[in-house]
Structure formats: structure tokens, C-alpha cells
């Protein structure tokens, strides 16, 4: 299984809403990411969690909040977002250590009305 | 700093080859990859080389690296219209560090 699985697919939610984004991996790596992506341009880090514990926040705003609540499973938390947050968020799994082969899921496509 | 540069646009016909270029600049990489992007997708790993490498091919995928001139190449052998995607090359900086992409490389191939 080397999948990285993903939901929602899609989300559409208002600037006073609050969701959440869930990433699954049951490859037993060690690493998982959360990247941010607009259309046709690179993905753009934005946490790392490695074995569990936050290792990389890229100044990202507090409106955003990441959890890892077991190996497998990674969280992204929205409250408050902004129009031009977005964007289709990635997450991604790898071995330890962190950035060796990456893994991505298909995505979540967030908009924000 | 960290950048790693590939050109925007490639067009192709069926069954020609296709070679995608990048360059980086962390001479201390200890991979190299390529990522491709369909549309709607997530990143699919396609293939990687050891930095200690000059040449690795899978199938119909060649990976060249020059390190001298700190150059990445990936050529695909007889194009497919379903290779039409986004590639991007990235490379893993300061090892443990962050991945950096390139800005992606739209391969589009014409029946």
C-alpha cells in the first residue's frame, strides 16, 4: 500500500466557518507534510510532523492548525480563513528522515467564499 | 539560497521523446527527484537518483545528472498523450531540510 488518502476532495466554506482537512497513510512512515498549492505552480511547505512531534511551521498563519494525533493520521484545522487561502492542500508521508521520497495524496480543493 | 530553475512549456508530438530540464543549485542534495502533476491531482512520485549517480532508467524513463554543472534531465521515450502533465524536479536542500521545487515544466503532447 503506498497510498496517502485524502479528504474531503473538495471544500468550500465561508471566511466564520470552522473544518477540518484528514490525511491517512499506512505505509509506517515516520514523516508526514502539509504543502499548500495554487494552480500550476509549485507546492509550497508549509508543516512537518516527524514521529508525531512538529519539526517545520513555515510562519504559517494561526489560522492554521496542524495535528498529528498517531502515526498514521494528520489533520489540518481551519478557522477564519481568507479568501486567497485558496488553494488545493497536499499532504505527503515519507520515511524517516524527513524529505527522502515523498508520497503525496490527491489533495483537498479548498475555497473560501 | 536554494532555487532550482526549469523551463515553463514543452511540446511534443506522440512517439517523439521528451526531455525536461532543471537546474538546481545545493551541491549537497542527496536526492534528486521527479514529481508529476495531472490535472486535479496530487504529485506522483515518478522517479529519483542518489546524488552519487549519473544516469538511472525505469522503463521508459531516463534520468541524467551532471553535477559539475549541477544540471537534472529527464527524458521520456516515446511520448504518450497520457504523459501530458506538469513535472517538476525537486531536490532535498541542506539534507533534512526543506524540498524545493521547481516551478514545473507543462509537457503537452499532440496526437
Known amino acids: 500500500d503506498t497510498e496517502v488518502t485524502q479528504t474531503p476532495k473538495h471544500l468550500v466554506m465561508g471566511m466564520t466557518n470552522k473544518k477540518s482537512l484528514k490525511c491517512e497513510q499506512h505505509m509506517g512512515h515516520r514523516a508526514m507534510y502539509w504543502y499548500k498549492q495554487k494552480a500550476k505552480k509549485p507546492p509550497e511547505l508549509m508543516f512537518v510532523y516527524s514521529y508525531e512531534k512538529l519539526s517545520i511551521n513555515e510562519s504559517v498563519p494561526s489560522r492554521f492548525s496542524p495535528e498529528c494525533p498517531n502515526s498514521s493520521l494528520l489533520n489540518l484545522h481551519l478557522h477564519a480563513l481568507q479568501p486567497e487561502d485558496s488553494a488545493l492542500y497536499l499532504c505527503?508521508?515519507?520515511?524517516?528522515?524527513?524529505?527522502?521520497?515523498?508520497?503525496f495524496g490527491s489533495g483537498t480543493q479548498l475555497s473560501v467564499l | 539560497g536554494e532555487d532550482v530553475e526549469q523551463s515553463l512549456f514543452l511540446s511534443v508530438r506522440e512517439g517523439d521523446s521528451s526531455v525536461i530540464n532543471c537546474t538546481y543549485t545545493d551541491s549537497s542534495s542527496t536526492y534528486l527527484y521527479w514529481y508529476k502533476q495531472e490535472p486535479g491531482a496530487g504529485l506522483q512520485l515518478l522517479t529519483y537518483?542518489?546524488?552519487?549517480?549519473d544516469m538511472k532508467q525505469d522503463q521508459r524513463l531516463t534520468v541524467l545528472l551532471n553535477k559539475k554543472d549541477k544540471h537534472l534531465s529527464l527524458r521520456i521515450a516515446d511520448t504518450q498523450t497520457g504523459d501530458s502533465a506538469i513535472y517538476f524536479c525537486?531536490?532535498?536542500?541542506?539534507?533534512?531540510?526543506?524540498?524545493?521545487f521547481g516551478q514545473g515544466t507543462e509537457l503537452s503532447v499532440k496526437p
Open positions: 525537486a531536490e532535498a536542500y541542506n539534507q533534512g531540510g526543506k524540498l524545493i
Open positions: 505527503a508521508s515519507s520515511q524517516d528522515p524527513p524529505f527522502e521520497k515523498l508520497f
Open positions: 537518483i542518489f546524488s552519487n549517480m
